[in-house]
């Protein structure tokens, strides 16, 4: 940590975007602070993303930039909107293919997204992160929020059973949300 701030107070002196820097490397220490994962198992899980997301790419037949990636203690989420069931499937073989993913949630849907339903889920994706970072005693950092088609997708981690049930009730009880798959794991279970 100590060197995390070190590098935070040098950075405007090596960058013409010191304040830029500053901030986003206060929202990543902050972010890494707050969760409740090891820093190993965080690096690990963000090598994990990386590696799954480019191999996703260079895939012929998934079409990796509607596939959102999420991995926590090697597990990896897919969520997104795909053209065809075969595109799903092999959307899931490419991500158990990569070396040291542990476990695939393949939450992809079959179906066309048009811009203004995209946008939709995009606002109210916002809207949920929103409620999420304003609830007292929520690390809504440790929490990634997707949305297609008004299906909110919950990936990552919670203190307890008492914050996993808030988290849901909030997301449920916000205008637009058609259905939740909680794929939230309660530290320590």
Known sequence: MKRLWILL???????????AVIAGGATVGYKVA???????????DATLTTKVKL?????????AR?????????VVTLTGAVETEAERRRAEE?????????????NLRVEKRSFGRSLDDK??????????????????????????????TLTGLVKNEEQHRRV??????????????????????
Do not use: F, H
């Open 123 to 152: 606002l109210l994706t916002a809207r949920i992160k929103t409620k999420l970072i304003a609830e007292p005693g929520i690390r809504s950092l440790s929490i990634d929020v997707d949305t297609v088609n008004g299906v909110v």
């Open 55 to 63: 191999a996703l790419i260079k895939d012929p037949v998934t079409k």
């Open 34 to 44: 707050t969760d409740p994962r090891s820093v190993g198992t965080q690096v690990d």
């Open 94 to 106: 490419v991500a158990r293919s990569v070396p040291g993913v542990r476990g695939v949630v393949n």
């Open 168 to 189: 849901l009730e909030i997301v449920r009880t916000t205008k637009g949300v058609r259905r939740v798959i909680d794929n939230l794991k309660v530290q320590g279970n």
């Open 9 to 19: 107070l040098l950075a405007p002196m090596l960058t013409g975007c010191g304040a």
């Open 66 to 74: 509607k596939i959102d990636v999420d991995t926590v203690n090697g």
